[in-house]
Nanobody, 119 residues
């Protein structure tokens, strides 16, 4: 198991930027694929972005492509989500998740951090 703690959420105006961080502990961080998900009020949790163990391969939801950037620093056991050009529809609780490289599902989740984008 790996423990995940998100930070960096907050209130921002439309067009603004935020950087979320997710600090991992407990197991070898580089053995995990990492992802960001979000859940807006009344909606199901949805995929935002993910990357492989090295950060060389990244994946994005169409809704955030070209605005958000996922990255990781294995030396710091941390994954980041840089969010630019934020829109009100980006308002949600953002969750960090880890998937062990031998598994097919994300089995470790953080507690979430609130992002609110005002219009």
């Amino acid at each position: 198991q790996v423990q995940l703690v998100e930070s960096g959420g907050g209130l921002v105006q439309t067009g603004g930027s935020l950087r979320l961080s997710c600090a991992a502990s407990g197991r070898t961080f580089s053995n995990y694929y990492m992802g960001w998900f979000r859940q807006a009020p009344g909606k199901e949790r949805e995929f935002v972005a993910s990357l492989d163990w090295s950060g060389g391969s990244t994946y994005y939801a169409d809704s955030v492509k070209d605005r958000f950037t996922i990255s990781r620093d294995n030396a710091k056991n941390t994954v980041y989500l840089q969010m630019n050009s934020l829109k009100p529809e980006d308002t949600a609780v953002y969750y960090c998740a880890a998937r062990y490289y031998r598994e097919n599902a994300y089995g470790n989740w953080g507690q979430g951090t609130q992002v609110t984008v005002s219009s």
